[in-house]
């Protein structure tokens, strides 16, 4: 799917949350609440009031525990009326990248004026699985009914021992974490995850296991120097007294480094983590009539689908695919890094003269349902603050396939 928009669609504001691992710095905050502080931080730099949005579009992956509409709370959350229609879009890993293209297809049938896109995610908060759920009076030996099952949960202030054994009791009863299940098994293979097939393309490619922790460690220092320099300030809105992205210390990096031993591991792979992300759309000629400054115009989207085992060089394809089709070569590309050889691989193949400047997913971790748009807000810094006119964004998903979006700064 190739999609290049016959009237200019600009983006009039943007802005993401801090980021953080399991139980890290944006924990206390649900996927929810992420998402109505992303979306209120992009109206307020768009200088577009929440009553002007008529819908809100948000990416989410693991909804289980947040109840009904995540995008409809999200977007009240930020002050838009209830009577504006709100969609939640789950494509994995692009499912931020997704509400950004579905924004861009209303405004483009004039469906709607001004849109919001985005995503959310909280790691932290998202629950265990009981299943799969059987009938009552049904027995089946070894296996975990969800009528029957009835956890023994610690008291606040157990001893360690009583927590080690509800682990121990969740783990022989079969109950599996959502976030594993719904963001990195591969449905078509059972027992497989995206990291098996990225590790057998890394082998039958030729990187080194050297290369690929080295673009990890690049990652690293890359957004460790950002934050102490002030160049996220661009992008990120604090959630309550978190301001910075949730980096890992040298010192922890360091033993990451000391255990990494193959293509896939805690050091050269993002954690999946918490965060959101969010942008104000709209036409050109719209933005004119408002009397407002776009930051900058969408040119391309593009999405290809592949097999399991050919998302990860998908990415470097799609943005290929959009240089050719807009005319303009990218001279700064924000790939998520949803593993570490995905910066070998575009430095390979496609030599963009900067790669992901402010680092990536493998340091700030990797909100499933908020990455497609968090690498969208990050490259608009990027090519604000280094001074480029063309620029892509781009992310692989689980299950097969890439999508990009290429944007020209004005």
Same mark, same amino acid.
């Given at each position: 799917?190739?999609?290049?928009?016959?009237?200019?669609?600009?983006?009039?504001?943007?802005?993401?949350?801090?980021?953080?691992?399991?139980?890290?710095?944006?924990?206390?905050?649900?996927?929810? %609440?992420?998402?109505?502080?992303?979306?209120?931080?992009? +109206?307020?730099?768009?200088?577009?009031?929440?009553?002007?949005?008529?819908?809100?579009?948000?990416?989410?992956?693991?909804?289980?525990?947040?109840?009904?509409?995540?995008?409809?709370?999200?977007?009240?959350?930020?002050?838009?009326?209830?009577?504006?229609?709100?969609?939640?879009?789950?494509?994995?890993?692009?499912?931020?990248?997704?509400?950004? *293209?579905?924004?861009?297809?209303?405004?483009?049938?004039?469906?709607?004026?001004?849109?919001?896109?985005?995503?959310?995610?909280?790691?932290? $908060?998202?629950?265990?699985?009981?299943?799969?759920?059987?009938?009552?009076?049904?027995?089946?030996?070894?296996?975990?009914?969800?009528?029957?099952?009835?956890?023994?949960?610690?008291?606040?202030?157990?001893?360690?021992?009583?927590?080690?054994?509800?682990?121990?009791?969740?783990?022989?009863?079969?109950?599996?974490?959502?976030?594993?299940?719904?963001?990195?098994?591969?449905?078509?293979?059972?027992? +497989?995850?995206?990291?098996?097939?990225? %590790?057998?393309?890394?082998?039958?490619?030729?990187?080194?296991? *050297?290369?690929?922790?080295?673009?990890?460690?690049?990652?690293?220092?890359?957004?460790?120097?950002?934050?102490?320099?002030?160049?996220?300030?661009?992008?990120?809105?604090?959630?309550?007294?978190?301001?910075?992205?949730?980096?890992?210390?040298?010192?922890?990096?360091?033993?990451?480094?000391?255990?990494?031993?193959?293509?896939?591991?805690?050091?050269?792979?993002?954690?999946?983590?918490?965060?959101?992300?969010?942008?104000? =759309?709209?036409?050109?000629?719209?933005?004119?009539?408002?009397?407002?400054?776009?930051?900058?115009?969408?040119?391309?989207?593009?999405?290809? *689908?592949?097999?399991?085992?050919?998302? /990860?060089?998908?990415?470097?394809?799609?943005?290929?695919?959009?240089?050719?089709?807009?005319?303009?070569?990218?001279?700064?590309?924000?790939?998520? %890094?949803?593993?570490? =050889?995905? /910066?070998?691989?575009?430095?390979?193949?496609?030599?963009?003269?900067?790669? $992901?400047?402010?680092?990536?997913?493998?340091?700030?971790?990797?909100?499933?349902?908020?990455?497609?748009?968090?690498?969208?807000?990050? +490259?608009?810094?990027?090519?604000?603050?280094?001074?480029?006119?063309?620029?892509?964004?781009?992310?692989?998903?689980?299950?097969?396939?890439?999508?990009?979006?290429?944007?020209?700064?004005?």
């Amino acid at each position: 799917m190739l999609y290049v928009p016959s009237e200019d669609i600009v983006i009039l504001g943007a802005a993401r949350t801090p980021q953080g691992p399991l139980d890290g710095a944006v924990a206390r905050f649900k996927a929810v %609440e992420l998402g109505g502080i992303a979306i209120g931080a992009a +109206l307020k730099r768009a200088c577009v009031g929440p009553d002007l949005v008529d819908e809100c579009i948000m990416g989410n992956v693991v909804s289980s525990g947040l109840m009904q509409a995540p995008a409809k709370q999200a977007a009240v959350g930020a002050g838009i009326p209830h009577d504006r229609p709100a969609k939640t879009v789950n494509t994995v890993c692009a499912s931020g990248m997704t509400a950004i *293209e579905d924004a861009c297809l209303s405004l483009a049938a004039g469906v709607a004026r001004v849109l919001v896109a985005g995503g959310m995610e909280s790691r932290s $908060n998202a629950p265990y699985l009981l299943g799969p759920f059987i009938a009552p009076a049904t027995r089946i030996p070894g296996k975990v009914r969800g009528t029957e099952f009835h956890p023994k949960y610690p008291r606040h202030g157990s001893p360690e021992d009583a927590y080690r054994e509800l682990l121990t009791m969740l783990e022989s009863a079969g109950i599996i974490e959502a976030n594993i299940h719904d963001s990195l098994s591969c449905p078509f293979q059972k027992g +497989l995850a995206m990291k098996d097939y990225a %590790e057998r393309y890394a082998t039958a490619a030729g990187i080194s296991i *050297e290369e690929v922790n080295a673009a990890a460690g690049e990652s690293y220092r890359k957004a460790r120097a950002a934050g102490e320099c002030g160049a996220l300030a661009g992008e990120i809105s604090p959630a309550g007294d978190v301001t910075l992205d949730d980096i890992i210390s040298p010192e922890r990096e360091a033993d990451l480094r000391a255990m990494s031993y193959g293509y896939v591991t805690a050091y050269n792979a993002p954690a999946l983590g918490d965060g959101a992300s969010a942008l104000v =759309l709209t036409l050109r000629k719209t933005a004119e009539k408002m009397g407002l400054t776009p930051l900058a115009r969408i040119a391309g989207i593009v999405r290809i *689908e592949t097999s399991p085992d050919g998302f /990860i060089h998908a990415p470097v394809d799609c943005v290929k695919a959009l240089s050719e089709a807009t005319g303009a070569r990218a001279t700064v590309v924000e790939a998520n %890094e949803s593993f570490g =050889l995905q /910066i070998p691989m575009f430095e390979k193949e496609f030599g963009a003269d900067v790669i $992901n400047p402010f680092g990536g997913s493998v340091a700030i971790t990797h909100p499933v349902g908020a990455s497609g748009s968090r690498v969208v807000v990050t +490259l608009l810094n990027a090519m604000n603050r280094l001074g480029h006119r063309h620029g892509a964004a781009t992310i692989c998903y689980g299950s097969g396939g890439a999508m990009a979006v290429a944007l020209e700064r004005l």
